[in-house]
Nanobody, 121 residues
Framework: QVQLVESGGGLVQPGGSLRLFCAASGSIFNITSMGWYRQAPGKQRELVAVITSGGSTNYADSVKGRFTISRDNAKNTVYLQMNSLKPEDTAVYYC???????????????WGQGTQVTVSS
């Protein structure tokens, strides 16, 4: 299996920045994409950003121009640089990864434990 460990969350003021880290270990070969989701209390988990093994990225409209997802293949780590943070960015941020299941066209997804991001003055 794949283990994902997030770090870098914390409390920042509106307009501030944070950099989240997600280190992957275990059966990390053939991971096709990694991404960040977030979930606020009482709300559904939503996709924030994703990066594929080929380097393609996609972002939620709400974070475009402010957040940047990147990866370091040598360290098996994915990052989320968050700039110009807003109070509505407050949530638990979860790292995820997917790889082929080895059966037909199914994929297996993995989740980190989450890291809290709070944007408040």
């Amino acid at each position: 299996q794949v283990q994902l460990v997030e770090s870098g969350g914390g409390l920042v003021q509106p307009g501030g920045s944070l950099r989240l880290f997600c280190a992957a270990s275990g059966s990390i070969f053939n991971i096709t994409s990694m991404g960040w989701y977030r979930q606020a209390p009482g709300k559904q988990r939503e996709l924030v950003a994703v990066i594929t093994s080929g380097g393609s990225t996609n972002y939620a409209d709400s974070v475009k121009g402010r957040f940047t997802i990147s990866r370091d293949n040598a360290k098996n780590t994915v990052y989320l640089q968050m700039n110009s943070l807003k109070p509505e960015d407050t949530a638990v941020y979860y790292c995820n990864a997917e790889r082929p299941a080895g059966y037909r066209d199914y994929f297996i997804g993995y989740w980190g434990q989450g890291t809290q991001v709070t944007v408040s003055s």
